[in-house]
């Protein structure tokens, strides 16, 4: 037969407290990434990242989710078409209802008619949908992380730039390191716009791209073949997506 514990033998927290504290979060390793000096190649040193910023496992539901957020941003939405109530003209019915033998009709504006209004077109609205933030920013790690374990992630050292805007210069650059067209082209991005390097870059299209992190997103980290990235411009996007990661863990106390 169970017997009934008395209340006063039970642990309660005291009264007008929640029964939830904060412990720290768990321990995450870090990994390890090597910077090198550009355009040489040459390895600097190295940095620690936390795993759940640089070694997170593959979410391809996610990073599709991102993918498809953002397209749906950048849609204008813009088409427009005239309903027979917006064309210019008059009101005035063509032919009379019966005694003609043809079909019944109306104004000049009928959508059948030539120069008419259009049934059913399209009007200008909006396409973006609603992504999570933590979504979002777990997608952008995701990414870096599908990078960094495949071995394209290169970091290099901040202020990377050329000594001059010449596309063969940049072209040689990237035969060298295999980051060419043949390689599958890349991504550079840097923290703020390198004159000479985006001019060379622009002029070299067929080689790879450079952006500013500002402009950049979720499917152009996917989209080349590799990422080359300045190590200030990398701390700041993984700084700027991480609102998913709790800084305490929740933890009932009884």
Same mark, same amino acid.
């Given at each position: ?111 059948? /008619? ?70 599958? !082209? ?10 000479? /390097?985006?001019?060379?870059?622009? /002029? ?35 700084? !700027?997506?991480?609102?998913? /990661? ?9």
């Amino acid at each position: 037969m169970a017997t009934e514990t008395p209340l006063s033998a039970v642990n309660l927290p005291p009264p007008g407290t929640s029964p939830l504290t904060r412990r720290p979060a768990p321990v995450v390793p870090d990994v390890l990434a090597t910077v090198y000096k550009f355009p040489t190649m040459e390895p600097a040193r190295f940095a620690l990242y936390p795993a759940n910023h640089l070694h997170l496992p593959l979410r391809r539901d996610i990073l599709h989710r991102a993918v498809i957020f953002e397209g749906d941003a950048t849609r204008k939405g813009t088409a427009s078409t005239k309903w027979r109530g917006d064309v210019h003209g008059s009101g005035r019915k063509i032919r009379p209802q019966k005694g003609t033998g043809k079909a019944r009709l109306g104004d000049k504006k009928n959508p059948m /008619l030539r120069g008419g209004g259009v049934a059913f077109g399209p009007h200008p609205r909006d396409f973006s949908t609603k992504l999570p933030r933590k979504v979002y920013d777990l997608a952008w790690r995701t990414a870096l992380s599908y990078r960094y374990r495949r071995g394209e992630l290169i970091v290099i050292e901040n202020n990377a730039d050329i000594e001059m805007a010449e596309p063969r210069w940049i072209t040689k650059i990237m035969e060298w390191n295999h980051w060419g067209n043949a390689d599958g !082209r890349s991504l550079i991005i840097t923290r703020k716009r390198k004159h000479n /390097l985006f001019e060379a870059m622009a /002029l070299a299209g067929r080689e790879g791209k450079a952006k500013t992190e500002e402009d950049i997103d979720v499917k152009d980290i996917l989209e080349l073949g590799r990422i080359i990235i300045e190590k200030r411009a990398l701390d700041s996007i993984l700084k !700027r997506h991480s609102s998913d /990661l709790n800084r305490t863990v929740p933890s009932a106390v009884y």
